[in-house]
């Protein structure tokens, strides 16, 4: 054991002997080490700290909410200024319009100047930033010479064989047996487009509950193939503690509610009781965010028996992560759930990945319920206004305006490649939809919006 102690020793330092006169002995220790900088190494972390402060997600979203507002003024200011030019009588009608033309102008231009700003803004960050990057690179190198004992190497490479170690454990094997198609493979083709409205009813209770979702189940019970379920969220537009069944869709759209309402708990909101409006159904469970907690409950509608999932450490809810457009957040939409061919997932996001989008698979192997494979994505969540999943694939929209809602992003699971630039548009017949359940058992995509049930076909190629 002393070896080990001593030879290190010995590379760090020279032993010289002297003998005087007489009985005294002594002995000259120097170090042949270099004395580490310490100031250096602290001057690196508060650069690294000041470059984590001033680069965030809140700036890009400035900049893109901006370019929304001026593409949404645009259009607006060619429509005014086409009726003053059909309709000018030359006289106070004509000096009206022209000030109604002038107010847009000038916002139009302030919009521009405020871009022009940030862009700038943004040009010298990136250049300042791109000088401080490379100076931080230099000054680490430089540290890294000191660095004898190859502790820092050492616990990178431990670093990167925990990486491939957590990749391996969470590699699904292929099943002989699954019938269940892989993540991103679509038996129906590639998604191409949605068309509809197909159909938009205000069910039993019309206007009275703005949140809610409804839908089918994917894998229902034998004999309930053709059931649809609803949940409106009845204590504040943020919780319920029940959900209703119809026989069919034209007994939804009828209002004919049979077998009726199905209870999790008689106090609403409650523990275990559902909170938000990204609500999903499948194998006769019903799955949601838990009341006051960062959990998936799923309530088995037969047993009437509540399992959780604590999702991970830094997840935001509560409604500290809601989906968000130019002008409102949607309340308590922190966790949203989503069903297609190949299961059911939960979308969330957590602190850890900056307020972006994170994908996880939930495995609901009767009675354990776990999480399983994990993604992060580079899509920041309070720029989005909802999700939903088809073959294995994620799917992000946001708002344009009360008409429109564009599918703009998109997460493929198998191969990990993200696109930004999807621009497929779902007509709406309400301002906001609210939640969005895909079916793929006919390919429907079921929106929830303002109160109306409304849904809309997938289309593949």
């Known amino acids: ?209 703005k949140y809610g979702a409804w839908g089918r189940d994917p894998k229902p019970e034998a004999g309930k193939e053709s059931w649809h379920w609803l949940v409106m969220l009845t204590s504040g537009n943020k919780h319920s503690n029940y959900i209703r069944l119809y026989s069919s869709l034209s007994a939804l759209v009828g209002g004919v509610s049979t077998p009726g309402n199905v209870q999790i708990s008689p106090s609403n909101p409650t523990t275990n009781t559902i909170q938000g409006p990204n609500i999903v159904m499948y194998r006769g469970a019903l799955y949601y965010n838990c009341y006051n907690q960062d959990e998936v409950c799923r309530f088995n509608l037969t047993s009437k028996t509540v399992t959780n999932i604590k999702l991970p450490k830094g997840t935001r809810y509560n409604s500290k992560g809601n989906f968000c457009h130019l002008e409102e957040c949607y309340p308590f939409t922190d966790l949203d759930l989503a069903t297609d061919e190949s299961g059911i997932w939960v979308i969330y996001t957590t602190n850890q990945n900056f307020g972006n989008l994170v994908l996880s698979k939930l495995e609901d192997d009767e009675p354990e319920l776990r999480l399983g494979q994990t993604w992060h994505t580079s899509v920041y969540k309070q720029g989005v206004t909802n999700t939903f999943m088809v073959c294995g694939v994620l799917y992000a929209t946001r708002y344009i305006d009360k008409e429109r809602e564009e599918i703009f992003y998109s997460f493929d699971t198998t191969t990990g490649v993200e696109r930004f630039n999807l621009g497929i548009f779902i007509r709406k017949m309400y301002p906001n939809i609210l939640s969005l359940n895909y079916s793929p058992v006919d390919q429907i995509l079921h929106a929830y919006c303002d109160s109306y049930m409304v849904s809309y076909k997938v289309l593949f190629s």
């Open 1 to 209: 054991m002393k070896l080990y102690v001593i030879v290190p020793l010995c590379a760090l330092i020279t032993l010289t002997q002297q003998a005087p006169s007489g009985d005294s002995c002594s002995c000259e220790f120097t170090n042949s080490e270099r004395t580490f900088p310490h100031d250096k190494l602290s001057t690196v972390e508060d650069s690294a700290s000041r470059c984590n402060t001033n680069i965030t997600p809140q700036k890009t979203l400035e900049l893109e909410s901006l370019l929304l507002g001026l593409e949404r003024r645009l259009p607006r200011l060619q429509e005014d200024v086409s009726a003053l030019e059909r309709e000018d009588d030359g006289e106070l009608y004509g000096v009206t319009s022209l000030l109604v033309v002038e107010n847009e102008l000038k916002d139009i231009k302030e919009l521009i100047a405020r871009l022009s700003s940030i862009t700038l803004e943004h040009q010298h960050l990136t250049n300042d930033t791109t000088t401080k990057l490379k100076d931080l690179e230099a000054e680490m190198q430089e540290l890294e010479t000191y660095d004898t004992m190859q502790v820092v190497n050492g616990k990178l490479e431990n670093r990167r064989l925990r990486r491939d170690l957590d990749q391996c454990r969470n590699t699904v094997l292929p099943s002989t047996n699954s019938t269940e198609p892989p993540h991103g493979n679509c038996p129906h083709g590639q998604f191409r487009n949605i068309t509809g409205p197909r159909m938009s009813t205000a069910g039993e209770y019309p206007g009275s509950y």
